[in-house]
């Protein structure tokens, strides 16, 4: 079982509200991940860093933002939801392996409906 | 960037039969590693398979098997014995980028 824990896992908000969805790992991973799903579609990368002080845009233009001031820590933050925002967000972690990316484990995810 | 392309939206299988999910990739990495996920409906996304680009020899799990073609770029899943449980989407990723799934329907 994975180490990884995501919250909230449901959250239903109004629009223009701030939010921060949760993510940390427990195992030591430099490497973190947000992607934005929804169901049953592909994963869309929107933000990815690879250890503390450093985070890089993925290929999905999105509005929310990340920090990464701790190994285990990686939350998302969203200034201002809207409807558009509406999606299932899913965080993950790798170590490396050598020059490449090992295995990607990931959290159960958190659901957002902005309203 | 890697890119990563399955091309099977949806495939179908019988139970116990077999079946093949395609995926190839581009890279201009000379070593890199290849992987399978599963995603059941509404649980966690996790690994069935994985393959490290410099050994020839085609990694095997189980049920689960890969047609890995170096040279022409391909990474194909072989799903042998089929169970109801073997139901979920599935996604080739290479890297941190992933395939746009293909959704497997196991009949009983």
């Known amino acids: 079982e994975a180490d990884i824990y995501q919250t909230p896992r449901y959250l239903v908000i109004g629009t223009g509200k701030k939010i921060t969805l949760e993510c940390s790992q427990t195992?030591?991973?430099?490497?973190m991940y947000w992607y934005q799903q929804d169901p049953g579609m592909e994963l869309h990368l929107i933000h990815y860093s690879y250890g503390v002080n450093s985070t890089e845009k993925g290929d999905l233009s999105s509005e929310s933002t990340v920090s990464r001031i701790r190994t285990e820590h990686f939350p998302l933050t969203l200034e201002s939801a809207r409807p558009s925002h509406t999606s299932q967000y899913l965080c993950a972690s790798s170590e490396w392996q050598g020059a490449s990316t090992g295995e990607l484990f990931f959290g159960e995810g958190s659901r957002l409906t902005v309203l | 960037a890697q890119t990563v392309t399955q091309s099977q939206p949806e495939m179908s299988v019988q139970e116990a039969e077999t079946v093949t999910l395609s995926c190839t990739y581009d890279?201009?990495?000379?070593?890199?590693?290849l992987f399978w996920y599963k995603q059941p409906p509404s649980r966690q996304m996790i690994l069935v398979i994985r393959q490290e680009a410099y050994k020839q020899q085609n990694a095997t799990e189980n049920r689960f098997s890969v047609n890995f073609q170096k040279a022409a770029k391909s990474f194909s899943l072989k799903i042998s014995d089929s169970q109801l449980g073997d139901a979920a989407m599935y996604f080739c990723a290479s890297d941190m980028r992933f395939g746009a799934g293909t959704r497997l329907t196991v009949k009983p």
């Open positions: 195992m030591g991973h430099d490497k």
């Open positions: 890279t201009s990495e000379s070593d890199y590693y």
